[in-house]
Structure formats: structure tokens, C-alpha cells
């Protein structure tokens, strides 16, 4: 897991689940000694969202969880040219005819 310095986060080495990098975002936005540990992925999705929700307007508390899972699902299956084709093999997955 790859997370910057937020004090909060130092717990998560407690956890013994994963191995936690950090980055100091107050020098640098990747590790110098390790390109591979940064925030940007997550930083990327997490300014992905917030465009999704500013183009809503506004987002009440009881639609941000079916928000979430849009945006979820838009990342997995949202291709631009399959989007019509995921929704519709997801709904005959969830559904199957009956015979």
C-alpha cells in the first residue's frame, strides 16, 4: 500500500496485512530512491470523481454510495466503445432468461 505522510496512516504498518511505502508529499510526489511508490494512481481516480460529482452540482449523503459504485463500474466496464455491450452482458449475467 502506498499512501503519503498523513500521520494517520503510520498505523497501517501496525496491521501486518501488506508492506506500506510513504511518500513525503512535501518533497517529492514519487520516492526518489523508488519510482514505483507514489500516490498518483489514487490521486488521479480520487480527481476523476470529484469531476463526476461537481458535474451532478451536488451530491446528498443518501446518493453518494449509488455514485460510488457508477463510478466504480464506469472504470471496469465504461470503455467508450463497449459501454452499451458491458451494460447489457452484465444485465443478462444478473438475469438470465428463463425458459
Given amino acids: 500500500m502506498m499512501t503519503d505522510e498523513w500521520r ?3 498505523r ?3 496491521l501486518n496485512r501488506f508492506r506500506h ?3 513525503n508529499h512535501g518533497l ?3 520516492d526518489p530512491t523508488d519510482p514505483a511508490v ?3 494512481t489514487i490521486e488521479n481516480k480520487n480527481g476523476q470523481l470529484k ?3 461537481r458535474r451532478r452540482h451536488s451530491v446528498v449523503d ?3 454510495s449509488s455514485l460510488l459504485k457508477e463510478f466504480n463500474w464506469r472504470e471496469r466496464f465504461g470503455q467508450r466503445n463497449m459501454v452499451f455491450y458491458n451494460f447489457w452482458s452484465q444485465v443478462a449475467a444478473l438475469y438470465p432468461c428463463q425458459r
Fill in 38 to 40: 507514489h500516490t498518483q
Fill in 21 to 23: 511505502r510513504a511518500v
Fill in 28 to 30: 517529492h510526489f514519487v
Fill in 8 to 10: 494517520s496512516y503510520r
Fill in 62 to 64: 443518501q446518493i453518494l
Fill in 51 to 53: 469531476d463526476m460529482i
Fill in 12 to 14: 497501517l504498518q501496525r
